[in-house]
């Protein structure tokens, strides 16, 4: 049983496209998030949902609009790509807002612009 | 602003030879340092969570200490399973939820 799960594993795609990732999650967690990955594996958070309400929402292009159409999932829209958007995107989840949660993560997204 | 640091960034060790992972923080007011495994091609996948200054926690060849300003992560015998990046998170005071990733240590273990 996949815990968090995201789709597509491996996207590639040309500048000035508009692509999606979608994400589920079977935890029952309250909070999901999303993450960007860069070549040299720093992890930065883009976005966070609770109970389907944007909570965080980093310096992040206006061209990424998140999702949330239940708790369970959290999709990312992104419009007109860029060659600086290839990288591995995460989402992940925590049990709530509360201090000391462990989060979980999916595989991953891997996003090539050519 | 919130710092997490860990070294070495790269580490290669024959099996069986036992090492340390440093990750050094800066924050107001410790919440919770998390450890995390990533192997290539996955997710982070969550170790332990420590709270306080002087909490340990095991898990077969890993041990994870905490200090008011910095953790460990002994592994003790590796073995070539154990390769992976290892990931040191921070939570800090001040409402934020959100933890600061550092940028990881990459564990090679030959056998």
């Known amino acids: 049983d996949t815990a968090v799960s995201q789709t597509p594993k491996y996207l590639v795609t040309q500048m000035g496209n508009d692509k999606s990732i979608k994400c589920e999650q079977n935890?029952?967690?309250?909070?999901m998030y999303w993450y960007k990955q860069d070549s040299k594996k720093f992890l930065k958070i883009m976005f966070s949902y609770n109970n389907k309400e944007l909570i965080i929402n980093e310096t992040v292009p206006n061209r990424f609009s998140p999702k949330s159409p239940d708790k369970a999932h959290l999709n990312l829209h992104i419009n007109s790509l860029e060659l600086g958007d290839s990288a591995v995107y995460f989402c992940a989840s925590s049990q709530d807002t509360r201090n000391n949660q462990p989060q979980h993560f999916g595989d991953g997204t891997r996003l090539s612009i050519l | 602003e919130d710092q997490v640091t860990q070294s070495p960034e790269a580490l290669r060790l024959q099996e069986g030879e036992s090492s340390s992972l440093n990750c050094s923080y800066t924050?107001?007011?410790?919440?919770?340092l998390f450890w995390y495994r990533q192997d290539p091609g996955k997710g982070p996948e969550f170790l332990f969570t420590l709270y306080s200054a002087g909490e340990e926690k095991e898990k077969e060849r890993l041990k994870a200490t905490l200090t008011k300003k910095e953790s460990f992560l002994h592994i003790t015998a590796p073995k070539p399973e154990d390769s992976a990046t290892y990931l040191c998170a921070v939570q800090a005071g001040g409402g934020s939820y959100i933890p600061t990733f550092g940028r990881g240590t990459s564990l090679i273990v030959h056998p």
């Open positions: 935890l029952g967690h309250d909070t």
């Open positions: 924050v107001s007011g410790l919440r919770g």
